[in-house]
């Protein structure tokens, strides 16, 4: 069965400390590999897409993800957060037609 | 290109009642996907529509609901009979070709049965 799982419901961290979110995903073949990013009452916003090649993709907005097929993850982080990257993050899967995604990851950023 | 357009952003209505959501994709984008969202949970995939057929259907969409995407273009999703199990977030989005070409979000529009 195709799924997605961040472990991580919440996740808090100070401003201008380093990010990781996490994502695991369970699928037939290799995917595709999505984040997204929601800010209340804004639609899903793309971040970084990974569909082969380089594990190691670059986003929007200073974010990065690193596709570990040995561990079926792909995995966001960001060196040094901002107050405004305060929003939920969610990680997504599919291929050839829709995707799937993940519960997501609420991200709380501390002055 | 003003993006992915949802009509309307929230509505509130009675238990038992009938309600319409209109999305309009990007212009040249042929599909269209519809996703529900709940508080607290990632999006669920509804239904997809290349040009105007309709080409999946998740268990999700009971036979209370119904997509339509007359004519490659804008496309609508009744619910017939509202449940309050139906209060979510319904987000619709759009993509030039399979899935690779990636989806882009409207701002949803929020349904509350009372």
């Known amino acids: 069965a195709q799924s997605v799982t961040q472990p991580d419901i919440h996740i808090t961290v100070s401003e201008g400390a380093s990010l990781e979110l996490r994502c695991n995903y369970s699928?037939?073949?290799?995917?595709?590999l999505f984040w997204y990013v929601q800010s209340p009452g804004q639609g899903l916003q793309l971040l970084l897409k990974y569909f082969s090649g380089d594990t190691l993709v670059q986003g929007i907005k200073g974010f990065e993800a690193e596709f570990k097929r040995s561990q079926s993850s792909f995995n966001l982080r960001k060196p040094s957060v901002h107050w405004s990257d305060a929003a939920e993050y969610f990680c997504?899967?599919?291929?050839?037609?829709?995707?799937?995604f993940g519960k997501g990851t609420r991200l709380h950023i501390l002055p | 290109d003003t993006g992915v357009s949802q009509d309307p952003r929230h509505k509130i209505t009675k238990r038992g009642q009938n309600v319409t959501f209109r999305c309009d994709p990007i212009?040249?984008?042929?599909?269209l996907y519809w996703y529900r969202q709940t508080l607290g949970q990632g999006p669920e995939f509804l239904t997809y529509?290349?040009?105007?057929?309709?080409?999946?259907k998740s268990r999700l969409l009971s036979d209370r609901f119904s997509a339509e995407r007359p004519k490659g273009s804008f496309s609508t999703l009744e619910i017939q009979r509202t449940e309050q199990g139906d209060s979510a977030m319904y987000l619709c989005a759009s993509s030039l070709g399979q899935i690779a070409n990636v989806l882009t979000f409207g701002a949803g529009s929020r349904l509350t049965v009372l």
């Open positions: 997504a899967v599919g291929r050839d037609d829709k995707i799937i």
């Open positions: 699928y037939g073949a290799t995917p595709y």
């Open positions: 529509f290349q040009n105007e057929a309709q080409l999946e």
């Open positions: 212009s040249e984008h042929n599909r």
